[in-house]
């Protein structure tokens, strides 16, 4: 005679929950990793099919011409107000404030590395010494 099994305690979200292939419970740190590859897989391509354009709109209230600036000098500026945009959110998600948003949170971080990325590019191709666009 085997006992019933016992629903899963509150601290163990995936105690539950067993290999694929019937081998013994996944453990905390491998459940925690899989959530971590996955969300950074999810962040890695979303910067890659960011488009300023489109998304930062609707991520910072700026307007649309600054936003569709090429100009070094705005790019790092864009990435300094998502930066802090970013630790905001980040602030009210570790708070569990009720206006906290994971999908906000998400394209913050996609947008934030899509434009540290491009603004990484634009450095590397300005040549040494040169002055920065605008001023």
């Given at each position: 005679m085997t006992l019933p099994r016992r629903p899963?305690?509150?601290s163990e979200p995936f105690a539950h929950l067993g290999s694929s292939r019937g081998g013994p419970p996944i453990d905390r740190r491998s459940a925690h990793r899989t959530r971590a590859l996955v969300a950074a897989r999810v962040v890695r391509e979303g910067a890659a099919l960011y488009?300023?354009?489109?998304h930062l709109p609707?991520?910072?209230p700026w307007d649309t011409a600054f936003v569709a600036s090429d100009r070094h000098?705005?790019?790092?500026?864009i990435c300094q107000?998502?930066?802090?945009a970013l630790r905001s959110e980040r602030n009210?998600?570790?708070?569990g404030h009720w206006t906290y948003d994971l999908n906000r949170h998400i394209g913050l971080l996609q947008a934030f590395r899509a434009e540290r990325a491009r603004l990484a590019r634009e450095t590397h191709r300005r040549p040494r010494g040169s002055p920065t666009a605008g001023g």
């Open positions: 899963p305690h509150p488009e300023r354009a489109v609707r991520l910072i000098i705005d790019t790092a500026r107000a998502l930066a802090r009210r998600g570790r708070a």
